[in-house]
């Protein structure tokens, strides 16, 4: 008879306090960590148009993953150190290269901006050091640029297209246009769109590229018009995706006959621009605070720190972060190659995944929702913006090994 998941989540919190408990009798519980403290480094965008879907949050999401393994390993002493990327690829990794080299910090987690993103995945290639990514889009992480040390545990552009493409499709939305951040997200999103739109015989008619941070859409927005698609398709997120649906429903355009699909859309997107603006928008997410009794305990606590509900990005920074920890303890050490071996061993079972192993390409291989926000009326408490379309099955949700890019899946 299988075990069900609340038992099995007790006996795996059982299993890491026996690996501590065994680490402190044999006086190796510190002994083999460097400078005698784990380092997580807890690097995003802390105050511009990515800020609000991670930014603080995710390094309170951080800070509560610590807080909850150190009650399992109280020996194992745990340091947090942040930083604010700005949006910056060259900011970025002056920063992790100082970190890895310098600082001490062991592993990096949440990154957000895909640009930025691309650059931390070189050095942790070179310098065989831990990078676990949250809110990155670019298929390109666990695809021609995967490295051995960069995991993926939250989503990437061929999750968050191919379902509401195919599903789309099927109704007779056949032609599509795309308003997109221009850098390594947005134009790998249409790329990613257009490759799947063209593989089951629908058709892009055209796309455009706005700056990161743009304020003003009506131009971009009057393309999409004059394209005639059926369908208009947002590839951004945050302030961007706000900004261009506030000034899409100022046009009216929501009253005409093309409809608008938030390729990539958090729930702190719907909390900023309302239900009256996000009503009916479709998108995937991997995580949703109000699933059940375990989602709306972590968002609980969560809330009282940060006073907003947590996104599905913050919830993956806490699992990734909690997961390092356990594995670390198992492995006794801090040593890149001893706890990343830990990691693919053991299976994530926690609120935000359940029995999730990472796959040979270094993402985690766990299932997606199709998400609609709700009507005004609809809403019967704060922050409960979603209602749930459909659950996708991890199968059904990435693409398969065999047609990946990355050199691990294929063993090259």
Same mark, same amino acid.
């Given at each position: 008879?299988?075990?069900?998941?609340?038992?099995?989540?007790?006996?795996?919190?059982?299993?890491?306090?026996?690996?501590?408990?065994?680490?402190?009798?044999?006086?190796?519980?510190?002994?083999?960590?460097?400078?005698?403290?784990?380092?997580?480094?807890?690097?995003?965008?802390?105050?511009?148009?990515?800020?609000?879907?991670?930014?603080?949050?995710?390094?309170?999401?951080?800070?509560?993953?610590?807080?909850?393994?150190?009650?399992?390993?109280?020996?194992?002493?745990?340091?947090?150190?942040?930083?604010?990327?700005?949006?910056?690829?060259?900011?970025?990794?002056?920063?992790?290269?100082?970190?890895?080299?310098?600082?001490?910090?062991?592993?990096?987690?949440?990154?957000?901006?895909?640009?930025?993103?691309?650059?931390?995945?070189?050095?942790?290639?070179?310098?065989?050091?831990?990078?676990?990514?949250?809110?990155?889009?670019?298929?390109?992480?666990?695809?021609?640029?995967?490295?051995?040390?960069?995991?993926?545990?939250?989503?990437?552009?061929?999750?968050?297209?191919?379902?509401?493409?195919?599903?789309?499709?099927?109704?007779?939305?056949?032609?599509?246009?795309?308003?997109?951040?221009?850098?390594?997200?947005?134009?790998?999103?249409?790329?990613?769109?257009?490759?799947?739109?063209?593989?089951?015989?629908?058709?892009?008619?055209?796309?455009?590229?706005?700056?990161?941070?743009?304020?003003?859409?009506?131009?971009?927005?009057?393309?999409?018009?004059?394209?005639?698609?059926?369908?208009?398709?947002?590839?951004?997120?945050?302030?961007?995706?706000?900004?261009?649906?506030?000034?899409?429903?100022?046009?009216?355009?929501?009253?005409?006959?093309?409809?608008?699909?938030?390729?990539?859309?958090?729930?702190?997107?719907?909390?900023?621009?309302?239900?009256?603006?996000?009503?009916?928008?479709?998108?995937?997410?991997?995580?949703?605070?109000?699933?059940?009794?375990?989602? &709306? @305990?972590? /968002?609980?606590?969560? %809330?009282? +720190?940060?006073? *907003? $509900?947590?996104? !599905?990005?913050?919830?993956?920074?806490?699992?990734?972060?909690?997961?390092?920890?356990?594995?670390?303890?198992?492995?006794?050490?801090?040593?890149?190659?001893?706890?990343?071996?830990?990691? &693919? @061993?053991? /299976?994530?079972?926690? %609120?935000? +995944?359940?029995? *999730? $192993?990472?796959? !040979?390409?270094?993402?985690?291989?766990?299932?997606?929702?199709?998400?609609?926000?709700?009507?005004?009326?609809?809403?019967?408490?704060?922050?409960?913006?979603?209602?749930?379309?459909?659950?996708? @099955?991890?199968?059904?949700?990435?693409?398969?090994?065999?047609?990946?890019?990355?050199?691990?899946?294929?063993?090259?």
């Amino acid at each position: 008879m299988p075990l069900r998941g609340g038992l099995v989540r007790a006996l795996l919190k059982a299993i890491v306090g026996v690996w501590a408990a065994l680490a402190l009798m044999t006086g190796s519980s510190t002994a083999q960590i460097s400078d005698g403290v784990v380092k997580i480094g807890v690097i995003n965008d802390q105050s511009g148009p990515l800020a609000d879907l991670a930014g603080p949050g995710s390094i309170i999401a951080a800070k509560l993953a610590v807080e909850d393994f150190q009650k399992l390993a109280p020996s194992i002493k745990v340091e947090i150190v942040t930083a604010d990327h700005q949006n910056k690829p060259d900011i970025g990794a002056q920063i992790v290269r100082r970190w890895y080299g310098v600082d001490g910090v062991d592993m990096v987690v949440d990154v957000g901006n895909s640009a930025v993103a691309l650059a931390v995945q070189a050095l942790a290639r070179e310098r065989n050091k831990l990078v676990i990514y949250s809110a990155v889009g670019t298929a390109e992480i666990t695809g021609k640029q995967c490295a051995p040390t960069g995991l993926a545990w939250l989503h990437d552009n061929y999750n968050l297209v191919a379902g509401p493409i195919r599903k789309l499709k099927s109704q007779g939305l056949d032609t599509w246009f795309f308003i997109a951040a221009d850098y390594a997200f947005g134009r790998n999103m249409v790329a990613e769109s257009q490759g799947m739109l063209a593989s089951i015989g629908g058709k892009s008619q055209g796309s455009v590229f706005h700056p990161l941070g743009n304020a003003d859409y009506a131009s971009f927005l009057m393309q999409a018009q004059t394209s005639g698609a059926k369908v208009v398709a947002f590839a951004n997120a945050g302030e961007q995706l706000v900004s261009a649906m506030k000034q899409w429903n100022e046009f009216g355009m929501g009253q005409g006959s093309q409809k608008a699909v938030a390729l990539l859309m958090f729930l702190t997107d719907v909390h900023s621009m309302g239900l009256e603006i996000a009503k009916g928008l479709t998108t995937i997410t991997a995580w949703y605070w109000d699933l059940d009794d375990e989602t &709306r @305990a972590f /968002a609980k606590r969560f %809330f009282t +720190a940060h006073r *907003a $509900m947590p996104t !599905a990005p913050q919830a993956a920074v806490y699992s990734s972060v909690l997961h390092y920890l356990k594995a670390v303890a198992a492995a006794g050490s801090d040593d890149t190659d001893r706890v990343l071996e830990k990691m &693919r @061993a053991t /299976a994530v079972d926690d %609120f935000y +995944a359940r029995g *999730a $192993m990472l796959r !040979a390409d270094n993402k985690l291989y766990h299932d997606f929702y199709l998400v609609q926000a709700k009507e005004p009326k609809e809403l019967d408490k704060p922050w409960a913006y979603y209602k749930i379309v459909e659950k996708i @099955a991890a199968k059904d949700a990435y693409r398969p090994l065999n047609e990946s890019e990355c050199p691990l899946a294929s063993g090259k």
